[in-house]
């Protein structure tokens, strides 16, 4: 017994740890994306996407959904259809590969994804077999798996040490890289306004940095480190943060991720960051929508007001990789237990985050859509044709929004009976890879609010169309504000 305890401290020693590699800030974090009118554009459609986690069939759910949007070239006249009009994309684990390179790339991002990741085998360089003792001594110790894994395979693949200051520089599509950091117990967004608390450089933060902690879950990955690097610049508290912070109309959600941030500026409290897997607090990365609107204090965020004077229909859709309930273990009165019993814990976790999150961001959605209105009609006339550069067609009224989710549920039965088969991994066989990817399609075709907004570009009104008869996977197609 003697030796076993002996040798079991040995390999805990072994543990793998990820030191920190974010750097001091210099200078200042600069937004995500530069929003110019040569990138908006006319403007008037705003595409939002939110990718769930669920592994290797999260990343290729969304790239199914990404694939369908860009199909729709005979409604926008483009080749690369809405996804021309996508401006904003957040991801959580695995939906963050596929995030992150859609982000980073654009619509060319997509352009053999399936081969270069979604088919390959990202757990390469990952222990991952149960069966090995050190592994599952790692594993218990806080992590089998460290910064040499999947971030490494990240970067081989896809990324190639590309950082959020090429984001900037590159994209126009504001991304969301969403983690969970383990001490507040909140989410953990790549943003500027974080690093600005940590007083670190965002812009030299490798893409795959994020992406791996975002896809960290318990015991297979050790978290992501971040340090705080406090007194590397003058860091002068938002009044928003105060705001947020102390305002009992403030969310629960937006008080807690102020005091977050206010603890990364105290070296007392955190002296370095711990993150983990986004979908433990977030699995759909809502979180930099509500932090987006009290930020800007202003009721257009997380848009620019030249972004949101010329925009009349919006599009927010969230890919769900999510599988059926596991009824297994409620057939005898043994288990779950050991690791089984963990990743139960995790799941559960995860499960109740995307139900209170998509709930969540559609209220907060609604009650966006309510004031942009009330904010546009508010607005001179001199103001908007400045913004818009013309007056012609406006309607200060004229804004829908839609809002919906693509999940499992959106394909045949049987389809969906062999959907919950798939593990979820971050290797898939190439069958299971082109099953979920059709399901992506599907579901995201079968949405009734992607079939009204898709109506309502026809320049009739769908509430017109659905007294017609028109409807979509049994339910009614209305705009979220209605």
């Known amino acids: 017994m003697k030796r076993l305890l002996f040798c079991l401290t040995l390999l805990t020693g072994c543990a793998v740890w990820n030191q920190p590699v974010n750097a001091p800030l210099q200078g200042e974090n600069l937004s995500l994306v530069e929003v110019t009118d040569e990138s908006i554009g006319k403007g008037d459609l705003y595409v939002g996407l939110a990718f769930s986690g669920g592994g290797m069939r999260a990343s290729a759910f969304a790239y199914g959904m990404l694939q369908e949007l860009q199909a729709q070239a005979a409604v926008t006249g483009t080749p690369d259809g809405l996804l021309d009009h996508v401006r904003l994309v957040s991801g959580v684990s695995g939906g963050s590969v596929t995030a992150a390179q859609f982000g980073l790339n654009g619509p060319r991002g997509i352009d053999g994804y399936r081969e270069r990741y979604l088919i390959t085998d990202a757990e390469k360089y990952m222990a991952n077999t149960m069966f090995n003792p050190i592994t599952v001594v790692k594993g218990l110790s806080g992590g089998a798996n460290g910064r040499s894994t999947f971030q490494r395979y990240l970067d081989e693949v896809l990324f190639h040490n590309a950082t959020f200051g090429d984001l900037r520089a590159r994209s126009r599509i504001k991304t969301w890289i969403n983690a969970t950091d383990m001490a507040n117990n909140t989410p953990f967004l790549f943003s500027p306004e974080t690093f600005d608390a940590l007083c670190s450089d965002l812009s030299r933060m490798p893409i795959s940095e994020a992406v791996a902690a975002s896809a960290a879950f318990p015991l297979v990955f050790s978290p992501v480190v ?127 985050a995307t139900r209170s999150g998509y709930d969540a961001m559609r209220g907060e959605l609604k009650l966006w859509q309510e004031e942009l209105v009330e904010w546009r009609c508010a607005l001179p006339m001199a103001e908007v044709r400045r913004l818009r550069g013309s007056l012609d067609g406006w309607d200060c009224t004229d804004v829908k929004l839609f809002v919906g989710q693509a999940s499992f549920e959106g394909v045949p039965a049987a389809m969906r009976t062999e959907l919950n088969k798939v593990p979820t991994r971050l290797r898939l066989a190439t069958d299971q890879v082109d099953l979920v990817i059709e399901a992506g399609r599907l579901a995201t075709r079968a949405t009734p609010e992607f079939n009204g907004f898709l109506a309502s570009l026809d320049g009739n009104d769908v509430d017109n169309r659905i007294s017609a008869g028109i409807k979509a996977g049994g339910r009614r197609i209305v705009p979220v504000g209605n």
């Open 226 to 352: 971040l340090q705080a690097h406090q007194g590397a610049c003058d860091y002068v508290e938002p009044d928003w943060l105060t705001a947020a912070r102390f305002n009992p109309e403030a969310t629960a959600a937006m008080r807690a991720h102020a005091r977050a941030l206010e603890s990364y500026a105290n070296p007392e409290e955190v002296k370095f960051v711990k993150l983990l897997d986004g979908g433990i607090t977030d699995n759909f990365g809502t979180t930099g929508l509500a932090v987006e609107r009290a930020r800007a204090e202003a009721p257009f965020a997380p848009m620019t007001p030249a972004e949101a004077v010329r925009m009349t229909r919006m599009l927010f859709l969230v890919a769900n990789a999510g599988v059926e309930t596991d009824f297994s273990w409620t057939q005898k009165v043994a288990g779950p237990g050991g690791v089984g019993l963990g990743m139960s814990i995790a799941t559960a976790s995860m499960s109740a």
